[in-house]
């Protein structure tokens, strides 16, 4: 069975551009998770889509936007990008439904950099 | 409040050796599941342990084990006989939500041949 998988792996954008970013989860799979990972905040967890809907988020400016298709794969868009944006994109993928305590798959992460 | 926290930012070992790492958490279930990750270089975050509350035995996966001490909300993980490729960040984490991993702050540790 596929992995969770991420593209891209890297990307370079410029202060004010915007990124969408996507995630294709483990067949089966109908939860998909968004995480940013940065040296001084650590994770934190941006947003969650179950059956094509928005069903949790954290606390990051209305920037930052998400998307599910009918096939589970996800998206995730930046818009004005800011030097703060810089960081490690993570994507989890579970089973979902109405359980909260199942195991979470990450795939290997966007690196995107903005100068 | 839903917090994780690793008080060890950093750990070493020698290369066959055993170490600790630490993590405490909070919460006011009775029910929930503990996870440790690791995340190597490569940086993709791997389960390398899961630990059911309401099961009073520890969990062991090789030479990974866990010390679950529920009332004291302590979950610590254990690594037998320390490999090279356990070099890693480590991270102790907890479902706090829908698709939400609450995650405490990693523990760097550097394995010495």
């Known amino acids: 069975k596929a992995g969770v998988t991420q593209t891209p792996r890297y990307l370079i954008k410029t202060r004010g551009q915007q990124v969408t970013l996507s995630c294709s989860p483990i067949?089966?799979?109908?939860?998909v998770s968004w995480y940013q990972q940065t040296p001084g905040q650590g994770l934190q967890f941006l947003f969650e889509?179950?059956?094509?809907?928005?069903?949790n988020k954290g606390n990051f400016p209305g920037r930052f936007s998400g998307r599910q298709f009918s096939n589970s794969r996800s998206e995730m868009n930046v818009s004005t990008l800011e030097l703060g944006d810089s960081a490690l994109y993570l994507c989890?993928?579970?089973?979902?439904?109405?359980?909260?305590?199942?195991?979470?798959?990450f795939g290997q992460g966007t690196r995107l950099t903005v100068v | 409040a839903q917090t994780v926290t690793q008080s060890q930012p950093e750990m070493s070992v020698q290369e066959a050796e055993t170490v600790t790492l630490s993590c405490t958490y909070d919460?006011?279930?009775?029910?929930?599941?503990l996870f440790w990750y690791k995340q190597p270089p490569s940086r993709q975050m791997i389960l390398v342990i899961r630990?059911?509350?309401?099961?009073?035995q520890n969990a062991t996966e090789n030479r990974f084990s866990v010390n679950f001490q529920k009332a004291a909300k302590s979950f610590s993980l254990k690594i037998s006989d320390s490999q090279l490729g356990d070099a890693a960040m480590y991270f102790c984490?907890?479902?706090?939500?829908?698709?939400?991993?609450?995650f405490g702050q990693g523990t760097i540790l550097t394995v010495h041949p």
């Open positions: 989890a993928s579970t089973q979902g439904g109405r359980e909260i305590n199942t195991e979470a798959f």
């Open positions: 067949s089966g799979h109908r939860s």
């Open positions: 889509y179950f059956s094509e809907t928005q069903r």
């Open positions: 919460t006011s279930e009775s029910d929930y599941y």
């Open positions: 630990q059911e509350a309401y099961k009073q």
């Open positions: 984490a907890r479902p706090t939500s829908y698709g939400k991993l609450t």
